[in-house]
């Protein structure tokens, strides 16, 4: 471990979200000391606790503008990384809250703060899709369209308030990560993924999408930091694949049936309707719903190459070995192994 104060004291919002947790892992490893805001009391289990250690913790909310302030203060640098995905209709308010209203609080007090380097994390959601096989590059202007969810239409709009701070002289470099997969909790996140394999979920589609290695893009967010560019923003993708072959990698990862049946438009509008029902039986969010559905059903392909022509050497890892290593954790993180062959409730 490098000395803690060799690169610079950090706030990191989200920090104990998927990939704020990653985030911070990476920047301590490089030398920087981390605050970090937190909402609840529980530390993600993912990570190791002797990490979590190390973290100046400060209880907190981007929307609390007096708070966030406190927590800003003496920082060097700005990873904002706090965002609410979901795709349920009830938290609607709470997106676009949390996604618009708070990247404005801390674009504005990271201005006043006079911040030296500052990240935001969007996501490639923000460059809008069309759902036509096009393939995404970060010049792609956002264009109103059926398959931006809202949690899209948040963060194209939180998006802006970065590219406002920019224009009045923050020095800020925006990441569009695709969908972000590797080992977490598996009941939030893209991380319900992995259980939707786990519990044999049946349907498949063939629409393709964008995915990369939470890793990646931690490594990339702390590459782009500890640079000197300013106004630019990056797309981070491993790799463009069907969400068929996704879900039968994840299987295959797991020793588990793969999807069977092919969701069409019209199946999947069937499903996501049950998925409905059951999530509010069991209390638990469904990963399907009207939008996710939409989604899945979308080919979008996203490009890359300007992240590896800005970063010499960066390599993103293949999408087979993030599955296959996340597989292993979440097996190894299970306390007691389901009996084998044991069907999810319902399917």
Request: positive net charge; contains cysteine; glycine residues 10%.
């Amino acid at each position: 471990m490098h000395n803690q104060k060799d690169k610079g004291r950090i706030l990191v919002t989200g920090g104990t979200g998927f990939l704020g947790a990653y985030l911070i892992r990476q920047l301590l490893e490089n030398g920087w000391a981390v605050r970090a805001l937190r909402r609840g009391t529980a530390l993600p289990a993912f990570i190791p606790a002797h990490i979590f250690d190390q973290v100046e913790w400060v209880a907190g909310d981007i929307l609390d503008v007096i708070g966030l302030a406190e927590a800003m203060e003496g920082m060097d640098a700005v990873v904002h990384s706090a965002a609410k995905l979901s795709f349920s209709r009830n938290d609607r308010h709470e997106i676009y809250h949390t996604n618009i209203e708070g990247t404005a609080n801390v674009v504005n007090l990271a201005l006043e703060q006079n911040i030296r380097r500052f990240v935001h994390v969007s996501s490639v959601a923000a460059l809008g899709r069309t759902g036509n096989g096009e393939t995404v590059t970060e010049k792609k202007s956002w264009e109103e369209s059926k398959w931006n969810t809202r949690y899209a239409i948040s963060k194209f709009r939180g998006e802006i308030e970065v590219w406002r701070g920019i224009g009045e002289g923050l020095p800020a470099v925006i990441v569009n990560p695709s969908t972000i997969l590797g080992f977490g909790d598996w009941n939030h996140s893209s991380c319900a993924l992995f259980r939707s394999a786990w519990q044999e979920f049946p349907w498949y589609t063939e629409g393709v999408n964008g995915f990369v290695d939470v890793k990646d893009v931690a490594r990339a967010i702390v590459a782009l930091l500890e640079s000197d560019i300013r106004g630019e923003r990056y797309i981070l993708n491993g790799d463009n694949w069907t969400f068929r072959r996704l879900f039968g990698d994840m299987a295959a990862g797991f020793g588990k049936k793969p999807p069977s049946r092919e969701a069409t438009p019209f199946l999947a509008g069937i499903a996501w309707r049950k998925e409905r029902i059951k999530s509010r039986f069991s209390g638990k969010p469904s990963i399907l719903t009207r939008e996710s559905a939409r989604v899945a059903q979308s080919r979008t392909y996203f490009d890359n190459s300007k992240i590896l022509a800005q970063l010499p050497g960066f390599q993103f890892t293949p999408l087979e070995k993030t599955i296959k290593e996340a597989c292993g954790e979440y097996l190894r993180s299970m306390p007691l192994q389901p009996a084998a062959g044991r069907l999810a409730e319902g399917h």
